[in-house]
């Protein structure tokens, strides 16, 4: 599976961007595909999964209702629709993913074997 990720770039406190990470090699709805996002000198840490087992998406706390993961199944892509951002939401933005993960796993980078690139995220204040 490889993955590429897009639509990363520098916004205004409040404003909004789109994240895309196109997957190739499997098709998207037979693996599960998540977001984590990395901040200078910080680990990296999980945003968002869409669960291939459930169809179900999940969030961290900090991202609930501003954020919004979503899958085209007919260009094999998830989007990350990211509105009311925050300085705090400054990160190299990362997707991911599996074709076997549980559930227990779906919040671990670690638990992941694919990932993209990262696309830089900037939120000035």
């Known amino acids: 599976v490889q993955l590429q990720a897009s639509g990363g770039g520098l916004v205004q406190a409040g404003g909004s961007l789109r994240l895309s990470c196109e997957s190739s090699?499997?098709?998207?709805?037979?693996?599960?595909m998540a977001w984590f996002r990395q901040a200078p000198g910080k680990e990296r840490e999980f945003v968002a999964v869409?669960?291939?087992?459930?169809?179900?998406?999940y969030y961290t706390d900090s991202v609930k209702g501003r954020f919004t993961m979503s899958r085209d199944n007919t260009k094999e892509t998830v989007l990350l629709q990211m509105n009311s951002l925050k300085p705090e939401d400054t990160a190299v933005y990362y997707c991911?993913?599996?074709?076997?993960?549980?559930?227990?796993?779906?919040?671990?980078?670690?638990?992941?074997?694919?990932w993209g690139q990262g696309t830089q995220v900037t939120v000035s204040s």
């Open positions: 090699g499997r098709a998207s709805n037979q693996i599960t």
């Open positions: 991911a993913a599996d074709e076997r993960i549980i559930f227990s796993a779906l919040w671990q980078a670690t638990s992941y074997d694919y």
């Open positions: 869409s669960w291939r087992n459930t169809g179900r998406t």
